[in-house]
């Protein structure tokens, strides 16, 4: 086989055929060679004709990827046309090369899929996904109560200072926002609740209304929900801070339990504030119905404090407050688990927090339903 004709300039890449099935590559097969290296990588793949290549690359001075990755696309043409291609004389730093961008065989792209499969395969990873969310936080929260027990037998060890830092920030800085929004909420139930029973004349049952949905499951739930977006959501973005910055691995160098430090005052904080925020939240939705009875409905303060006596009582209120220690305890474990999965980007950051508030308003929810089934059922 004759060499076939080479180019002018000494760094220009070319192939050159030669005897034997041989064939020497030279010059400099890089990206701003681009047009030469593709004519060069033709000519080769032109020569092949079905026969086994052995390419000389001891002459090539430069190789970059767009070179390499011509090189290895022109193999992998020629083998599949049933021929073979093999280097020589390459230098170590491009056998390197070679073998990084070395071609994979392309796979088959997937079939069309009807809507009703992508949306079973979407729903099956989510359960999946549940289901390890569930494992991981059972043992976060086994985590947490041994962390308790530690605490509990050494009391010199606790933070004190800490857990009243958190409980201002959960309860007390919270009292403004919940009463409020409590207040106007329940004066919103109480104004549908008259123009409803107004109907059929019975518009002083909106005490019974009012009182027994406020106290039993309006109250707790409105509460948890924005402590869940005020405090859980801190919570979450203050730990997944300190993750980003290493200060928890910090704390674990210096021999200190991140669960103790960390976690442990958070979620006290919570179990004893949410009741508090609970019991005002009430007063304050009750507030707000009496005040919209009284102008809407014509309702005396006295009618309504003696109506309001008469619908509801001590077990009422219980029902509510016992609740309310569950689902801070369900924020809180939620929020930390959330913060110490933060990673090293202020995206991650914001995913995170975004899902701490989704998850614990979800499970807050979700628990509450149980305790109305449960109360239901014991007839409490």
Not at 2 to 29: F, M, Y
Not at 167 to 180: D, H, K, S, Y
Not at 346 to 357: D, I, N
Request: proline share 3%; aromatic share 6%; net charge neutral.
């Amino acid at each position: 086989m004759a060499r076939a004709e080479t180019r002018t300039h000494p760094d220009t890449a070319d192939a050159a055929l030669l005897e034997g099935g041989r064939v020497g590559l030279s010059g400099r097969w890089t990206a701003d060679q681009g047009a030469a290296v593709e004519d060069a990588a033709a000519r080769i793949a032109g020569s092949a004709a079905g026969a086994p290549i052995l390419v000389d690359l001891s002459q090539v001075s430069r190789l970059d990827t767009l070179g390499a990755w011509v090189l290895e696309r022109t193999r992998a043409e020629i083998e599949a046309a049933g021929g073979r291609l093999a280097y020589a004389g390459a230098a170590p730093e491009h056998r390197i090369l070679l073998s990084e961008v070395k071609l994979r065989a392309a796979e088959p792209a997937p079939a069309p899929r009807g809507r009703l499969y992508g949306f079973l395969e979407d729903l099956g990873k989510r359960v999946v996904g549940a289901k390890s969310d569930l494992v991981t936080g059972l043992a976060f929260f086994g985590e947490v109560v041994t962390a308790c027990i530690r605490v509990a037998a050494r009391p010199g060890t606790f933070r004190g200072t800490a857990l009243v830092n958190q409980i201002e920030q959960v309860a007390f800085r919270g009292v403004p926002i919940i009463v409020l929004i409590s207040f106007l909420v329940g004066g919103i139930v109480a104004q549908q609740g008259i123009f409803q029973l107004q109907r059929f004349g019975a518009q002083s049952f909106v005490v019974n209304l009012i009182g027994l949905l406020i106290l039993r499951e309006l109250g707790v739930l409105l509460t948890s929900i924005m402590v869940a977006g005020r405090s859980g959501s801190a919570f979450t973005a203050e730990i997944g801070s300190m993750r980003m910055r290493e200060e928890v691995d910090a704390l674990r160098v210096m021999g200190l339990d991140p669960i103790e430090i960390l976690i442990v005052p958070r979620i006290l904080a919570l179990v004893i504030g949410l009741p508090i925020l609970t019991f005002l939240a009430s007063l304050a939705a009750l507030a707000g119905g009496g005040l919209t009875a009284s102008l809407y409905g014509g309702m005396t303060v006295d009618a309504f404090l003696a109506r309001l006596q008469a619908a509801v009582s001590l077990h009422h209120v219980a029902v509510g407050l016992i609740k309310a220690p569950f689902m801070a305890l369900i924020i809180g474990i939620i929020a930390t688990i959330e913060g110490f999965a933060v990673e090293g980007s202020a995206e991650s950051l914001g995913r995170h927090v975004t899902a701490s508030v989704v998850k614990s308003i979800f499970m807050v929810i979700v628990l509450d339903g149980l305790f109305a089934v449960f109360f239901a059922a014991i007839d409490f």
